[in-house]
Each structure stands twice: as C-alpha cells, then as structure tokens.
C-alpha cells in the first residue's frame, strides 16, 4: 500500500509539471520572446489602457482605426504591452501596442529609444497622417538583437528595419510597432500606412 501511495504522488506531480508547461506555451505563443520582459521606457506603474478589438474595429479613448486583415490578435507577450497582433503573412512580424498614460512628452523619448536600438541607423523618416494625428515613424539599419532591453549583451544584425504608428488620443498617444528583416517588414509597410489612414474619432 506504501508503494501505492508513492507511485500515485508521482503521477499527481508529473501531471502538474505537465498541465503547467501547456499553459506556458499557450500564453507564450512567440517562443522566441521573453515573457514579461521590460524596457527602460517603464520608470512608472503602466497605466491602464482603455483598448478593445471588435473583429477589425480597433477602439481605444476617442479613437477607431481598421487593423489590417492580415493582423491577427493573439496574448501579449510582454506585460508591457497593452495588445499584440502578428502578420498572417509572416507569423515571425509582431505588432505590439503600448500606452504610456497621459504623456505627450513620451513621444520624442519613444523614438529616441527607438533608433538606440540600432548599432548604426542607415535611414531614418516621419510621415504625419490624419492632419498630424498620427505618425509613421521608419528606421533602417544594424540592430541590436537581444531578449530585452535590460539585456548588456547583443548580436549586431544588419538590415533590419522598425516600422512605428503612434496615435494621439484624448488621454496620450498610444504606440504600434514592428521590428524585424527589412524586406519583411517592408511588405507590412502598406497595412501600416491603411491603419494610420483608417484614423477616426468616436
């Protein structure tokens, strides 16, 4: 009956160990990032973002845009992020949604820290839509390939581009970006531009 018992506990452990990974690669469906990494950008609580998705109808604060067909939600993969999609195209291309809060002034940091993300920016443009609600931002170059910011070490990786929409709102701007091969990213570039041209207040 001892024996029993132990082979019973056993079962019940390896069952758990087992029910846990499930839920990790469930939550995680991009294994290639780090759950719950951060940026240098979080020196404050996250603010709670006021985003819902209905079909293609994204509404955030005063805000409605069309997210492209090809863009398919999916759970964040960083508490960072207030909403994720990744391009049915090219399952590798993430667009990660931010908010920052209230802080128009997060807008010119956001973008700083954008190109410091690059050992070396090759090009570099902002293109306002919307009558200057919205902006496209694009850098080109080498990359610093890393886990997370909060990471020293780096691969160095040539040709990589970020592609970046930030959308003002009544209560701050909220931001939209995706990093990765420049020709990958570059066949995104026109869903991008149809999101931030879909712009309308509630």
């Not at 991009?30 to 996250?46: A, I, K, L, V, Y």
Request: charged letters at 25%; a neutral charge; proline letters at 5%.
């Amino acid at each position: 009956m001892k024996y029993f018992y132990i082979a019973l506990l056993s079962m019940l452990f390896i069952s758990a160990c087992s029910e846990t990974k499930d839920e990790e690669t469930i939550q995680n469906p991009h294994p290639q990032m780090t759950m719950g990494q951060q940026s240098s950008t979080q020196m404050f609580e996250n603010p709670e973002a006021n985003i819902k998705l209905n079909e293609r109808k994204l509404t955030f604060e005063n805000v409605e845009m069309l997210v492209p067909a090809t863009w398919l939600k999916e759970k964040p993969t960083s508490s960072m992020r207030v909403i994720q999609f990744f391009s049915k195209n090219n399952n590798h291309l993430v667009v990660a949604g931010f908010y920052f809060g209230n802080r128009d002034n997060m807008v010119e940091p956001n973008i700083e820290r954008w190109k410091s993300q690059f050992t070396e920016v090759d090009k570099f443009s902002k293109i306002d839509f919307a009558d200057g609600k919205n902006v496209l931002v694009q850098i080109e170059g080498t990359h610093k390939n890393r886990p997370s910011e909060m990471v020293k070490d780096f691969e160095a990786v040539p040709g990589y581009k970020t592609i970046a929409a930030i959308v003002s709102t009544n209560k701050g701007p909220y931001f939209f970006k995706m990093v990765g091969p420049l020709d990958d990213v570059n066949k995104e570039l026109e869903n991008f531009k149809d999101f931030l041209n879909s712009y309308k207040k509630k």
